[in-house]
């Protein structure tokens, strides 16, 4: 366990694609949000769930609740890094079930000295499940104060230090496309449950 890094899992949203609160979704026998939380403790000590409203659990995780309701995964990030006790923070979705603890490490393993530690994979960026630094608080406040509540503008923000990691077919043997896989929409997860049928379960280690 990296005991300077802790885990804001983001579960605030109102899932309106999918029609129904996919946090409590089942993959095989577990709820989404259930397998976030269980990757979440094998990597730190300190697990943040933010939510935007109560909701009935049972995780012996920190509860934080959004700062301000129903603007997005930047106000989560913003409400989690204030409650977080080390320097760091792995941002986690609830609704990435097959990014492997393994990545997740070495992600980790990688953002020393940054402000920003982010995957990116065929070219395209992945700000929801990435490694920033408490340097980023105040940045945030700006943004928040200027009424931009884009997660992607804080990437392009001159005064924070960013590292770019490269995700390449050593994780998950030769297909790393599933490990970013999220669910949205009913289609997202007929697709996710057909995997079972796969042998998916090695996706979830």
Same mark, same amino acid.
């Given at each position: 366990?990296?005991?300077?890094?802790?885990?804001?899992?983001?579960?605030? #949203?109102?899932?309106?694609?999918?029609?129904?609160?996919?946090?409590?979704?089942?993959?095989?026998?577990?709820? @989404?949000?259930?397998?976030?939380?269980?990757?979440?403790?094998?990597?730190?000590?300190?697990?943040?769930?933010?939510?935007?409203?109560?909701?009935? &659990?049972?995780?012996?995780?920190?509860?934080?609740?959004?700062?301000?309701?129903?603007?997005?995964? /930047?106000? #989560?990030?913003?409400? #989690?890094? @204030?409650?977080?006790?080390?320097?760091?923070?792995?941002?986690?979705?609830?609704?990435?079930?097959?990014?492997?603890?393994? @990545?997740?490490?070495?992600?980790?393993?990688?953002?020393?000295?940054?402000?920003?530690?982010?995957?990116?994979?065929? #070219?395209?960026?992945?700000?929801?499940?990435?490694?920033?630094?408490?340097?980023?608080?105040?940045?945030?406040?700006?943004?928040?104060?200027?009424?931009?509540?884009?997660?992607?503008?804080?990437?392009?923000?001159?005064?924070?230090? &960013?590292?770019?990691?490269?995700?390449?077919?050593?994780?998950?043997?030769?297909?790393?496309?599933?490990?970013?896989?999220?669910?949205?929409?009913?289609?997202?997860?007929?697709?996710?449950?057909?995997?079972?049928?796969?042998?998916?379960?090695?996706? /979830?280690?």
């Amino acid at each position: 366990m990296d005991k300077d890094c802790a885990v804001i899992i983001v579960a605030g #949203g109102k899932s309106r694609r999918m029609g129904a609160d996919k946090r409590m979704l089942l993959f095989g026998r577990q709820k @989404l949000l259930t397998i976030a939380v269980e990757k979440a403790k094998v990597i730190s000590d300190e697990v943040i769930l933010v939510l935007g409203e109560p909701i009935e &659990i049972d995780y012996q995780v920190k509860i934080v609740f959004d700062k301000v309701k129903g603007h997005g995964p /930047l106000v #989560g990030l913003y409400s #989690g890094l @204030l409650e977080a006790r080390g320097k760091k923070a792995l941002l986690l979705p609830c609704d990435m079930p097959l990014v492997t603890v393994e @990545l997740l490490r070495t992600l980790i393993s990688q953002a020393e000295g940054y402000d920003i530690t982010i995957l990116k994979h065929r #070219g395209v960026v992945e700000p929801l499940c990435s490694v920033y630094s408490k340097n980023v608080i105040p940045v945030i406040e700006e943004q928040l104060q200027e009424g931009n509540l884009s997660l992607l503008s804080l990437l392009k923000n001159p005064k924070l230090r &960013i590292k770019i990691v490269k995700v390449e077919n050593k994780f998950n043997g030769d297909d790393t496309d599933l490990l970013f896989f999220n669910i949205n929409t009913p289609g997202n997860y007929s697709f996710l449950k057909n995997l079972r049928a796969l042998d998916s379960v090695t996706f /979830l280690v």
